[in-house]
């Protein structure tokens, strides 16, 4: 059913009276207010479909105008997530509701001149074509309005009806549609700056002739209109360049102008407030808020011996890739300082653009900026003001740059130039893969929101006046607002991104409201959890990027206080622990043939996910806390780190340390006694554990054994990279791509006192336990889609059953989990007559470095023993009659190297035919 979760309607023009508008299948009445009732429309828009994003500007020529906007749900499956506002003339906002299938809000949390009790009624239909939202528009004053919607699911019929008939239509960075009734003729104003035109998926007519792909547009047609049709059955065009407004007329285009200000210096702004923070720059950068240079930069060689205290905490400042205060002293002195240049503000990068032809010496380019992110900030110094800030709140015995509120102006400087780089749609410019720069899947500008935009505001903000906060807050309001419907995507890495920046906006806002958004963006997350814990990418589990979800995830907790959110985290922990096995001599090694995106293992995941953080909140975490540095080794990479501050960083421009900023909030969150816990593999009690049937993991006395036996991606679209992996020929050392190799094969063996003997990896069908099929010089192996399971949990059996890819032949693998050792048993089934060239079963073993005490394989007739140096090991007994053969691993990752057994199994089957084999693996202690 759908709910409404706020509703804002602010007259700003003109005294205005209580008004009910009221129908007879209203699924939305709404009280608003209105100097009276609507009249019959002059204009009716009818089947708008924003894709996700629409706005509608309308040319008031009266005032106390009323209009409509009636919206209802589209044939898609799932109804959406609605966002509808509108601007007065001066780009205030007059109208702000947010609308959500089957949830009921906290309407007694209202922010700044938001009208309280004005939610009625709503009723509960949500079938395709059900009326979701109807209300009155009020125009009280003359000037242009801007009616935005945006549309999660892309999945919405808007109509909207105006008082007059000059009006003007812009998809925005989402996919223009063709709308029911549509004008023959439509027009486009091109503004000053404009370059270039891009079309996508589709063409246009532009003064009589039509046009597609990509054209530049030269200085002589600016400020003028051009006549364009566009065609009755366009749809997911994308159009972008300049803000695309197709509007009724000449007058309306001339009157809208493309909703681009030019301010008296020659800057263009695609809104006023980017007008007001240039001129408020001017002010911002003067001495007596920034202070001098000169006087911050730190002299590092006199604060070495203040860095004593905790030595082990200092080194997530000064150490890791991403360092925090090795990038200070040259941040500040790369920034822009001076009030009246062009790129006042900008953090670094600048330098090697303002003395460039036009138009590459301006920011104000009405498109992508090459080479820069989430404004005109370099992309490799996309954390510059993060860390500025975080720098001057960190409260360490030597830290030269604490308290100093210079740094804080200096970074908001920089972060609001940003904003004047904003497009009209409310996006950053330049996000999407390649060519494709204005691309409206949601994911793009989480990155820039999540680890640039509102992490430096939530740290600044609180601390600047109130002038500047309210604008900075009102400026990245129209960002939040166009980005809180977007869905979670099928990488859910990049949704987590959304945990963060929701958070920061509402600490740097301080609106009640954007907090409790912020908390129910983190449950409808929560709700998008894998039910066997993980959040997906490419729709299944992944060991290496899951480490940037767990990142956010834990974050976003530390910033919240959000409790009910820990159980999320600690159900991905739980599930991934089971994936990884300790080496009796130290580390971990983890099995990733379950991993749909990275070559990671979860001892690796990407950005350290929540460990460091959440290491005294959750034992789920706390148990990876264990390899703490020694105070004396800290100290030491302190010193070199201190030592090669002064001309390193610099000469080399390392722009490592101006990215990211992952690891200060380990310094942060520093956990000097971590919560205690246990990996499942050195649990003591016997266990077999079903998590969600995706993944089997069963404990016994000698050993631990994982089995992933899910397919969670629901198409082949999402393991399509499997096809790379045909020609075994190709195969190299530094195996780029990766595919999911499922089918019921080990992922993990381990015992305590050998560690890991048995792991299989997604970098390739030679390293991963299963059957491997060659045929006509292709290789094959289990269907993913084909396999299901049968778990006995009081007989201890497993039995997981499928056929290959392309190949007559069905299998069904059986486990017997005995105390003493792991009974395995393969059923073969060919469904044709068949001969293949090669047809083997894998046994991929865990060797190199990370198998530090030692390796040693002795082999005989029908067995297998594998030792370490301490005696410890594995017997592997095979049919006496099978031949196989030991395999050095082409492919390695950090410090494993994965060899394996190949078992030699028959090549020709005639219809019909049944062959088996078993084998078991015991546990040695001695």
């Known amino acids: 059913m759908y709910k409404v979760i706020y509703m804002h309607f602010v007259s700003r023009c003109h005294s205005a009276e209580k008004h009910i508008r009221s129908g007879l299948t209203f699924l939305l009445l709404i009280f608003i207010f209105s100097s009276g009732m609507a009249e019959a429309a002059d204009t009716v828009i009818k089947g708008l479909r924003p894709a996700p994003a629409l706005t509608v500007y309308y040319v008031n020529q009266q005032p106390d105008a009323v209009g409509r906007i009636s919206i209802r749900r589209g044939r898609g499956r799932q109804g959406d997530r609605l966002m509808i506002r509108m601007f007065d003339p001066d780009e205030k906002l007059a109208l702000w509701q947010y609308v959500e299938p089957g949830r009921v809000f906290n309407a007694e949390v209202f922010g700044e001149n938001e009208v309280e009790k004005v939610i009625t009624s709503v009723t509960p239909q949500t079938r395709p074509g059900d009326l979701m939202l109807d209300m009155d528009l009020l125009f009280p004053c003359k000037g242009i309005y801007q009616i935005r919607v945006t549309a999660g699911e892309s999945n919405s019929d808007v109509n909207i009806e105006l008082p007059g008939d000059d009006y003007g239509i812009s998809f925005q960075n989402g996919y223009f549609s063709s709308w029911k009734n549509q004008p023959d003729n439509l027009y486009m104003y091109i503004p000053p700056h404009a370059e270039e035109l891009v079309i996508e998926h589709g063409k246009l007519e532009i003064n009589g002739k039509e046009v597609k792909n990509k054209f530049s547009i030269p200085s002589s047609e600016h400020r003028k209109t051009w006549q364009v049709k566009l065609p009755s059955n366009t749809n997911r065009m994308l159009m972008y360049g300049f803000p695309v407004i197709l509007c009724s007329s000449v007058r309306a285009a001339e009157e809208i102008k493309a909703s681009v200000i030019e301010s008296a210096d020659g800057t263009v ?7 007001d923070i240039h001129n408020l720059l001017k002010e911002l950068l003067q001495e007596k808020y920034i202070g001098k240079t000169e006087d911050l930069v730190a002299d590092w060689s006199k604060v070495k011996d203040s860095l004593t205290g905790d030595p082990v905490l200092e080194t997530t400042l000064l150490t890791p890739f991403d360092a925090l205060m090795p990038a200070i002293n040259p941040l500040l002195k790369s920034q822009n300082l001076d009030p009246q240049c062009h790129w006042s503000g900008a953090m670094d990068g600048w330098q090697d653009k303002i003395n460039a032809s036009s138009p590459e010496n301006r920011w104000d380019r009405l498109r992508n900026i090459p080479r820069t992110s989430g404004g005109v900030t370099p992309a490799d110094c996309s954390a510059g003001a993060e860390k500025l800030a975080l720098a001057a709140t960190f409260d360490f015995p030597g830290n030269p740059y604490f308290n100093k509120k210079e740094l804080l102006f200096r970074a908001a400087a920089s972060a609001l130039r940003d904003l004047t780089a904003m497009g009209e749609d409310e996006v950053w410019r330049g996000t999407g893969h390649g060519n494709r720069v204005e691309d409206p899947y949601p994911g793009f500008m989480a990155f820039s929101l999540g680890q640039q935009t509102m992490p430096v505001f939530a740290l600044v903000a609180p601390h600047m006046p109130d002038n500047i906060r309210k604008l900075w807050s009102n400026a990245l309001r129209h960002i939040i607002d166009r980005a809180y419907p977007d869905g979670l995507v099928s990488c859910r890495n990049q949704s987590s991104h959304y945990l963060v920046a929701f958070q920061a906006f509402a600490i740097g806002s301080g609106e009640p409201r954007y907090a409790e958004l912020a908390k129910h963006y983190a449950r409808r997350f929560s709700e998008g959890t894998h039910p066997a814990g993980f959040q997906v990418e490419a729709m299944g589990p992944d060991a290496g990027y899951t480490g940037m979800s767990h990142w956010h995830m834990a974050v976003y907790y530390r910033m919240s206080g959000d409790k009910d959110f820990l159980e999320t985290i600690r159900r991905s922990y739980f599930f991934f622990n089971h994936t990884v096995a300790p080496e009796p001599e130290g580390g971990v090694i983890g099995s990733n043939n379950f991993s749909h995106r990275t070559r990671h293992s979860f001892d690796a995941e990407l950005w350290g996910g929540a460990k460091g ?26 010193v070199r780190a201190i030592k090669a501050m002064p001309e390193t960083m610099e000469k080399s421009r390392n722009k490592n340390i101006f990215r990211y900023s992952i690891s ?12 205690p816990g246990i990996l499942p593999a050195l649990e003591k009690n016997n266990f077999i554990r079903n998590i969600a049937n995706e993944l089997v993991a069963v404990k016994r006395p000698g050993y631990y054994a994982a089995i992933y036996v899910g397919k969670p991606a629901p198409v082949a679209h999402y393991i399509r990279r499997k096809e790379n992996f045909r020609d075994e020929s190709k195969e190299s050392k530094r195996q780029k791509y990766v595919a999911p190799f499922l089918g019921g094969g080990l992922s993990l063996l381990s015992s305590p006192d050998y560690g890991t003997l048995v792991v299989s990896s997604n970098r390739s069908p030679l390293y991963r336990n299963g059957l491997l099929a060659y045929d006509k010089g292709k290789r094959y192996w289990e269907d993913y889609f084909a396999t299901s399971f049968k778990l006995d ?17 069905k299998y069904t693998r059986t486990y017997t989990f005995a105390d003493d050792a792991l009974y395995i048993k393969v059923e073969l089934q060919a469904e044709k007559e068949l001969e293949l060239e090669r047809f083997v079963e894998v046994i991929p073993l865990a060797q190199g470095k990370a198998k ?7 082999q005989e007739k029908g067995q297998v023993k594998i030792r370490n140096n301490a005696g410890k090991g594995f017997d592997l007994i095979l049919p006496a009659d099978m031949p196989f053969a030991s395999k050095k691993g082409a492919i390695e990752s950090g410090t494993l190297r994965i060899d394996r057994l190949e078992l030699e199994l028959p090549e020709k089957f005639s219809r019909g035919q049944k062959v088996s084999f078993g084998y078991s693996i015991k546990p040695v202690d001695k």
């Open 664 to 675: 200060p909030v380990r310094y942060e969150y520093f956990a000097h006694e971590p919560m």
């Open 613 to 638: 953080i959440l290491d005294d909140v959750l034992p789920e975490v706390g148990v990876w806390a264990k390899d703490k540095q020694t105070s004396d080794s800290a100290r030491a990479d302190i």
């Open 852 to 858: 530090s005490g030692g390796f040693n394989m002795e």
């Open 793 to 809: 949990e009081k007989s201890g059996i497993l039995s997981v059953s499928g056929r290959l890819e392309k190949v007559p032949v």
């Open 269 to 275: 702004f695609c809104w006023k407030f980017q007008a």
